[in-house]
Structure formats: structure tokens, C-alpha cells
């Protein structure tokens, strides 16, 4: 592509949000500019010329912009108000997917809708239904200002046998604007490129920076590879990092695959660049851990690319790996036992900068649900976990070793704040 066409690109894209929804309207030219010496005639095949131009280049714009960004309403059940800071400092809103009838073992949750919550009270503020064609919401990551939400819709189920073709896939980007005077003007949603979710793919985790701008998500081409992309969502550009080491390598992949919602998986620095993500290599285990990627490196190995900050050694069973904020300490969520045996799970802080335990903070069943870190403040002085707690699940805020709940539902399956 020439320098010219990557700045016409830029242009677009720097615009698009600028177009308002609805018809062009009407053409109106300044007749003073067509005036003088020029034939009536020929003014008026200078209008009709003109008309042309202009529509021609709302059709390319039209074209252009339905690669990019494209804003619609969302239908949301009512306008809400804006609601008070939180409890113990967690954001005030938060995205929530439920699951009402609940799902089969080793089968993916699916909403059919996503809820928008009030973390002090857990009052359902608005509902967004899942934009046609597609079906269902199975994934959702947050920014850092509790306004900015990314959404993975999929198609609807397939009636017939078991085994069906691996539905298409979505990103969707919900803002939240809780002054508006309008349920429109509250929550808008806005479809990313088809593209960025490849034909015969599935998306398997994902997060959002915390400014917003960049969304990072695994995708699994297969069972024996994955890839890691990066979508820089300002200027649509994206890259990607393989997760195999060599052409023979056995299988690598990010995460465990234990569950598509699941946030722990990949965690942002606020610097916008460090991305952390849970990592095992089929052939070398001295890869395998919680490593830290730059994403501003230009190429295309998982390895080469990124650092080891946790070494499998010490997490050996980690269902879950959380960056802080502020880069410094990786909190993990550690199986206790041998494979799916474990009937315990234990909540510990590490140093990024060394790789060491430093503290353990919780440990509580495994039996019936993982423990998840869903929201963590700068420092990690403050954690909102969701999971068994020894208290038949729910979820609340971890701060200096006190646990305090927060209302919460059962059959919320993935949240974001």
C-alpha cells in the first residue's frame, strides 16, 4: 500500500465518526459560484456535474466506512441514571452476560442479551439485545472508565446435530453515557470489522486496554494452533503473534481454554503496550508461564516477543493470570492437586519483576465454580473476585484481607468493569 492510500486511510477513519446516521442530506450549491459569463446550459450541466461528484463520494465514503466503525443504536430497556461511585472504590457500572437456564458441562455459556449493572446495588440500569443476524453474547472485556465495553457476539444456534460449523463471529463496542437524557444517547453499539474474527475461527479470550484504544484477543485456528491478535481500534490497523515455536512443534497455545469468558487469560499494563497472557509450549516448558508481550514489536512469535515473568514452576496449575495496572505484581489463581482432580484453589500475589510469591490471599473450593479476578485497582491493593468463596459463589471486594460482598446474580457467567 503507498504512503498516499495509508493516509487516505487515515483520513477516513479520523472522520468516520463524524458522519451522522441517517440519509445524506439534500444538495444545496451556492449559485453565486456558477454565475457570470457562463451559458445557462452550461450552468446547469455544472450542478447536475457536481451533484455526481458528491454522491459518488458519499457512496465510497458509505463503503469505506462499513470496514470501520459503525455507530447504532442499542435498545435498551430504559434510560438510566447515573449512579454513585462504588463500593470501596470499584468503577460504578459494569457489563454482565447470564446464562437464565443454565449450560451442559465442557459447552460455552451463551446470553442472548447483555445487562448493564450497578456494582452497589447490582440493579439491571439497561438491557442490549443481540444485533441480528447474529445470536448470542459469549464474551465481554471492560476499559478503565467503566464507559467503554467490547462485546463477542456469535451466531445463533444451528438446530440438527451436535457437531455444527464453527459460527461466525464479532466484536461490538458498547459506550455508555449515563447523562444522556435518552436510552439511545446512554448505551451505543458500535460493530467492529467482520474481518477481525477470520472465517472458521473462534475467539477464545480477549481484552480491552484500559485508554480503550486496543483489544487484544486469542483466536483458535485449530486445536494444535492459536494466535494472538492485537486491534488498535482508533485506526483499525492489527497484528498478530503466533503461539507455535517451529514448524514441527507440538501444541501451543494461550490459556487453558477452560472457558471463553474467561477475563484471566490476558491482562494490560496501563501503559497500552504490556500485555501479559498465560502461556504453554508443547515442546519447551522453560517457555511455559505467565509472560509479558510488547505490542509494539513487529513481529510474529509469541517467544520471541515477550518476556517470562512467572515461570511454570510457579504456577504449575494457574487457571488465571492478572497483570496489575501498574505492571507490578501478577496475581494468580492456582488448582491444588493433579489435573481435574483438584478440589481446592488458591489466590496468590507474585512479583512480575521477579517471578516470587508474595503473598497468599485466599484459598477456597474448586467443586463447583472457578475463582476469577474481574477488576483490580492500579497498585492491587484492591481485588473484585467472583466465585465459590466458601459461601456458594457470588462475588465482593478483597481489600487488606477482608472479603466484602456484593449483591450479585448465579446466573451471571462473564462481567466486566
Known amino acids: 500500500m503507498t504512503r498516499l492510500e495509508d493516509e487516505l486511510r487515515a483520513t477516513l477513519r479520523a472522520t468516520a465518526g463524524k458522519i451522522p446516521p441517517g440519509p445524506p442530506p439534500p444538495l444545496r450549491l451556492p449559485e453565486r459560484r456558477l454565475t457570470g459569463s457562463l451559458p445557462r446550459s452550461w450552468r446547469a450541466r455544472a450542478v447536475a456535474l457536481a451533484a455526481v461528484v458528491l454522491i ?3 457512496v465510497a465514503g458509505a463503503l469505506a466506512l462499513a470496514s470501520v466503525l459503525t455507530w447504532r443504536p442499542a435498545p435498551a430497556s430504559l434510560p438510566f441514571r447515573p449512579q454513585p461511585a462504588s463500593v470501596l472504590g470499584v468503577p460504578a457500572y459494569y457489563v454482565a452476560l447470564t446464562s437464565p437456564d443454565g449450560h451442559p458441562p465442557d459447552v460455552p455459556p451463551e446470553a442472548t442479551a447483555a445487562t448493564i449493572r450497578a456494582t452497589a446495588t447490582g440493579k439491571v440500569l439497561a438491557t442490549v439485545a443481540v444485533p441480528r443476524p447474529y445470536g448470542n453474547f459469549t464474551a465481554v472485556a471492560a476499559a478503565a472508565d467503566d464507559r467503554t465495553f467490547v462485546l463477542a457476539a456469535e451466531e445463533g444456534k444451528v438446530a440438527g446435530p451436535e457437531l455444527r460449523p464453527v459460527p461466525a463471529a464479532r466484536f461490538f463496542v458498547l459506550h455508555l453515557d449515563p447523562a444522556s437524557s435518552t436510552a ?5 453499539l458500535q460493530a467492529l470489522p467482520a474481518s477481525y474474527i477470520p472465517a472458521g475461527t ?4 480477549m481484552a480491552l486496554s484500559a485508554d480503550g484504544t486496543s483489544l487484544a484477543a486469542v483466536i483458535g485456528e485449530d486445536f494444535a494452533v492459536d494466535k494472538l491478535y492485537v486491534y488498535h481500534l482508533t485506526t483499525g490497523a492489527r497484528h498478530f503473534w503466533s503461539a507455535t515455536t517451529c514448524a514441527r512443534c507440538g501444541a501451543a497455545g494461550v490459556g487453558l481454554g477452560l472457558d471463553d469468558a474467561n477475563p484471566g487469560t490476558l491482562s494490560w499494563a496501563a501503559d497500552g503496550k504490556t500485555l501479559a497472557f498465560l502461556f504453554l509450549d508443547g515442546e519447551d516448558e522453560n517457555q511455559d508461564g505467565v509472560r509479558l508481550l510488547n505490542t509494539s514489536s513487529r513481529g510474529t512469535n509469541l517467544v520471541a516477543d515477550s518476556k517470562l515473568s512467572v515461570a511454570r514452576s510457579r504456577v504449575p496449575f494457574a ?6 495496572p501498574d505492571g507490578r505484581t501478577v496475581f494468580t489463581v492456582q488448582l491444588l ?3 481435574r482432580e483438584q478440589e481446592r484453589q ?7 519483576a521477579t517471578g516470587k510469591l508474595t503473598a497468599v490471599l485466599n484459598q477456597v473450593s474448586w467443586r463447583a465454580n472457578l475463582e476469577q479476578i474481574q477488576w483490580t485497582n492500579a497498585s492491587g491493593s484492591q481485588l473484585l473476585i467472583s466465585g465459590p468463596h466458601d459461601t456458594g459463589g457470588g462475588a465482593g ?5 477482608r472479603y466484602t460482598p456484593i449483591p450479585w446474580s448465579s446466573q451471571i457467567f462473564a462481567a466486566a468493569w
Open 319 to 324: 487457571a488465571e493470570a492478572v497483570l496489575t
Open 202 to 205: 473462534t475467539m477464545e479470550s
Open 337 to 339: 492437586g493433579r489435573a
Open 56 to 58: 459518488g463520494a458519499l
Open 346 to 352: 488458591q489466590l496468590e500475589s507474585v512479583s512480575a
Open 397 to 401: 471486594v478483597l481489600k487488606g484481607g
Open 184 to 188: 439511545a444517547g446512554q448505551v451505543r
